[in-house]
């Protein structure tokens, strides 16, 4: 085979962007209009604000752990957003750092209790999943806050130029800051390492529960983010923010080729899983099929994709045993 | 959770030789004073000292209907934890209990409504359906050899979507007056027969552990699969029995679920039906069963379960507002397992 391409299909990235290619070209020969500037922004929106959902659950990935409670973290964190701006007057800077600073908090006391107490990440995210969205039902009662400046909604429902909203921005950066991060930063491997093999990585001096904080830290702090930016986009501060992520957060990872025990997470890869979920989306609303019809379709992409991954990991441990 | 540690308690750890196994020490203590130290007895203390708490603040608590109410929560509760514990002890999860559940009770629904079937009949059915998606989990988890989280978090959405698919989300409200007045019987004025059932199913989970050689292969494979395998246990079928057993279990919480409110809702669980995640959880915990798999406290479980339901009862008769009673069982479940933690380091430390 071509080196090139060797190389291409060894990477996490590459199946998903062939996937997408073919995605959009049978999509838009159904219907031209697919690939209107208006439907591609309408793509890109919700593109944003899932792919920060699925970084927060990917850095927890990475680190071989799991974090049920980012929907809950992200609830609270939008509510408060929109809460200290109605009832407070605070200026919506101020008020998105208080949310940002409340997701990290947040994160940070889950990964304090995972690592000093040893107990599963599965347990402890499921116990702060409900203390922070009982949290969040005990302050709003269930109902709304409306009272979102108009700034805030306008970022969150223009475009920067072209078809490109303002919600891409935020987005485009945690990309960025994610991969640097996780590639270019010492606290980015020693997350990989802690995740590949834990008792090594102790073993070689990194400080396991350090990198723990970090993850959770990080994770909480984009949880809050993609809050604050559904805030903007809805336009309210919706106390069911949040609870329909979990699904999504953990299927991009997985279709971007992510381990789950650990140690190994695309940020390209879980980026294209977000979009092949949002064309999907689109393309079942094209086709006249039920939305209903979302949730069984990404159920199936997750089995396809932890199986695809299953594969590829077997076939790689036979070419070492070859080697 | 678990006996305060007294003075005698204390003493008592001491006096045991360091063998861990009972059969090992010299003198081993009389069975009662063993069953202190235990953590179905730190329940049972707990939920007596909360129920007078409860009797004595509130005037609502200890009324007949209140404690009716009571008794058919926590026969539901009890149920949706014995479907979580029966996959805990093979060291697995089942994230999909709650849509389990709710397809459960939506087959159920549709066959009383729109097939016209008999009570019995629909009932059998939509237990069927049940066990049919557990297995159908199990059977994936065992041919992936993939962790039970992520199939079952795949499944989840693949359940919950297909039944609003096919009902387009339709609730079933036309439920015969059998069934809902057996939701709605009582004896001796605050006994629902609700209750006969969970502690039935618990007699039945026990036996299965205790006395056939299914529940001993069950325990061996969840508490070391390769041994369990090697002598000659086929661990992929119990972990497909164990599934199987699940979603049958979580099919009688959601008719049981059915027969109190007299219908058939798809949002009865909450979104995908995570309401119930919890409660599931939660009950075993409490009760002991271990994450790691190998061990099922079916008493445990029951009683968990039940101080659970007890909690939320009493915290809404305090009014301390129905909204934040999520974040009090939260951390429940967190000072719960932290208990549990500090509880084994305090006999690791007396080197028992």
Redesign the interface.
């Known amino acids: 085979m071509n080196p090139l391409v060797s190389r291409l299909v060894r990477t996490d990235w590459f199946g998903p962007l062939i996937v997408i290619v073919l995605a959009t070209i049978i999509v838009s020969l159904f219907d031209p209009s697919f690939l209107s500037p208006f439907n591609i922004q309408i793509l890109m929106l919700a593109v944003a604000v899932n792919c920060v959902i699925a970084m927060s659950q990917m850095i927890i990935i990475g680190i071989g752990q799991?974090n049920l409670a980012i929907g809950a973290i992200g609830g609270l964190a939008a509510i408060s957003f929109a809460g200290m701006m109605q009832i407070w007057g605070l200026p919506p800077l101020l008020a998105a750092a208080a949310a940002l600073a409340l997701g990290v908090v947040a994160g940070l006391g889950n990964g304090v209790?995972i690592s000093k107490?040893?107990?599963?990440a599965?347990?402890?995210t499921?116990?702060?999943?409900?203390?922070?969205?009982?949290?969040n039902?005990?302050i709003t009662?269930?109902q709304p806050f409306y009272g979102v400046p108009d700034s805030v909604k306008a970022f969150g429902n223009t475009t920067m130029f072209g078809p490109v909203p303002w919600l891409a921005l935020p987005a485009a950066l945690v990309i960025a800051a994610i991969w640097y991060l996780l590639y270019r930063q010492r606290i980015g491997r020693y997350i990989l390492a802690v995740g590949g093999n834990q008792s090594a990585a102790e073993l070689s001096g990194i400080s396991v529960s350090r990198v723990v904080l970090w993850a959770h830290g990080v994770s909480g702090f984009l949880a809050a983010l993609a809050g604050v930016m559904l805030v903007a986009r809805l336009q309210i501060g919706d106390p069911t923010i949040g609870?329909?992520w979990?699904?999504l957060s953990?299927a991009a990872p997985?279709i971007g080729g992510a381990v789950?025990?650990g140690g190994h997470v695309s940020v390209f890869g879980t980026l294209f899983g977000v979009v092949i979920v949002a064309i999907i989306t689109q393309a079942l609303v094209i086709f006249r099929i039920?939305p209903?019809?979302?949730?069984?379709?990404?159920?199936?992409l997750?089995?396809w994709a932890?199986?695809v991954n299953?594969l590829r990991e077997v076939r790689v441990q036979r070419m070492l045993k070859r080697a | 959770m678990d006996a305060p540690p007294s003075v005698e308690g204390a003493a008592m750890v001491e006096s045991r030789s360091p063998g861990r196994d009972d059969n090992l020490s010299r003198k081993p203590p009389p069975e009662w004073t063993r069953f202190l130290l235990t953590n179905e007895f730190g329940l049972i203390a707990l939920i007596l000292i909360f129920a007078t708490v409860f009797a004595l603040g509130t005037p609502g608590f200890s009324s007949p209907f209140n404690l009716f109410t009571l008794g058919r929560t926590m026969a539901i509760d009890i149920m949706i934890g014995f479907s979580m514990m029966v996959v805990i002890v093979t060291g697995g999860?089942n994230l999909s209990v709650g849509a389990i559940g709710v397809c459960a009770a939506i087959g159920c629904g549709w066959l009383l409504e729109q097939a016209g079937m008999p009570v019995l009949v629909a009932i059998g059915a939509a237990l069927a359906l049940g066990a049919a998606l557990g297995a159908l989990n199990g059977f994936?988890i065992v041919r992936?050899?993939?962790?039970s989280?992520?199939?079952t978090?795949?499944?989840?959405?693949?359940?919950?979507?297909?039944m609003?698919?096919l009902t387009?989300?339709a609730a079933y409200r036309n439920i015969p007056a059998d069934m809902s007045a057996f939701g709605k019987m009582r004896f001796a004025g605050y006994l629902s027969p609700l209750l006969f059932v969970s502690v039935v199913a618990g007699l039945l989970l026990a036996g299965l552990y205790r006395l056939t050689p299914l529940g001993r292969e069950i325990l061996a494979a969840g508490a070391k699969a390769a041994a369990a395998e090697l002598s000659g246990v086929r661990v992929g079928r119990t972990i497909v029995i164990c599934h199987a057993l699940s979603g049958a279990l979580a099919g009688v919480a959601a008719i049981m679920v059915v027969a109190r409110t007299g219908a058939a809702i798809p949002a009865m669980a909450g979104?995908?039906g995570?309401d119930w995640?919890?409660p599931a959880?939660l009950g075993p915990?409490l009760g002991g069963t271990l994450?790691a798999g190998g061990r099922a406290s079916v008493l445990g479980t029951f009683l968990g379960a039940a101080l659970v339901s007890e909690l939320t009862n009493g915290l809404l008769q305090f009014r301390v507002?129905e909204?934040?009673?999520?974040?009090?069982?939260?951390?429940l479940?967190?000072l719960a397992?932290?208990m549990d933690?500090a509880r084994r380091s305090f006999l690791a430390g007396r080197g028992v």
Request: net charge positive; charged share 10%; glycine share 10%.
């Open positions: 799991m209790l107490t040893g107990i599963s599965f347990i402890i499921l116990a702060s999943l409900s203390i922070f969205k009982g949290a039902l005990g009662r269930a609870d329909e979990l699904i953990f997985v789950l025990s039920d209903f019809f979302v949730q069984v379709v990404l159920g199936l997750i089995l932890v199986g299953r | 999860l994936i992936s050899g993939l962790h989280f992520i199939i978090l795949a499944t989840t959405s693949i359940y919950f979507g297909l609003l698919f387009r989300a979104n995908l995570q995640l919890l959880f915990v994450l507002g909204f934040w009673v999520q974040s009090w069982l939260g951390l479940l967190l397992v932290l933690l």
